[in-house]
């Protein structure tokens, strides 16, 4: 008898101990609410905006920080902050971007508002670098080719 009390109360008592640990870890959560969506539709699912920021980041050769800042109180990255100009600038990309697209590729948008098929993309000009190149056209050239129109001015036009 006096077995079985001790093995009940030892029982007990770790499943209350466990029951307190238990409460005091972090939950785990679902993916972070998102925010401050400019170009993106609001419906869009973390899972797919991760993977177009991953697809950005790529394009340009850069991590998270080159358009997001972080919390100085949280020291997590503010995904929702407009802080860096560079944030700014990727929205405008992305808009003129939709636009050469539906021009000039007549692309379509999926249910989501997604540009389904693209011909031109960030890694278009970017290249893997942040700050492409601009390619001076030289002097006389009748076809001025990856550099855009030569330079413009009284005296050069047709």
């Not at 929702?80 to 990727?90: H, L, Q, T, Y």
């Not at 021009?103 to 098929?117: C, N, P, R, V, W």
Request: with cysteine.
């Amino acid at each position: 008898m006096i077995i079985n009390k001790k093995f009940s109360i030892t029982t007990i008592l770790i499943g209350i101990i466990s029951l307190c640990v238990a409460s005091s870890l972090p939950q785990p959560s679902g993916p972070p609410k998102l925010v401050n969506l400019k170009v993106f539709p609001k419906s869009i699912p973390y899972r797919v905006l991760d993977h177009q920021m991953d697809v950005w980041a790529a394009s340009l050769g850069v991590r998270c920080n080159f358009c997001h800042v972080r919390n100085a109180q949280t020291h997590k990255m503010d995904f929702a902050s407009d802080a860096k100009p560079e944030k700014i600038s990727a929205r405008y990309m992305y808009v003129m971007m939709g636009k050469i697209n539906k021009k000039y590729f007549e692309a379509q948008k999926d249910s989501l508002g997604m540009i389904m098929t693209m011909g031109v993309n960030c890694n278009t000009c970017h290249r893997g670098v942040s700050h492409p190149d601009i390619k001076a056209v030289a002097a006389g050239n009748d076809n001025p080719g990856y550099g855009g129109p030569g330079p413009v001015g009284p005296d050069k036009v047709n």
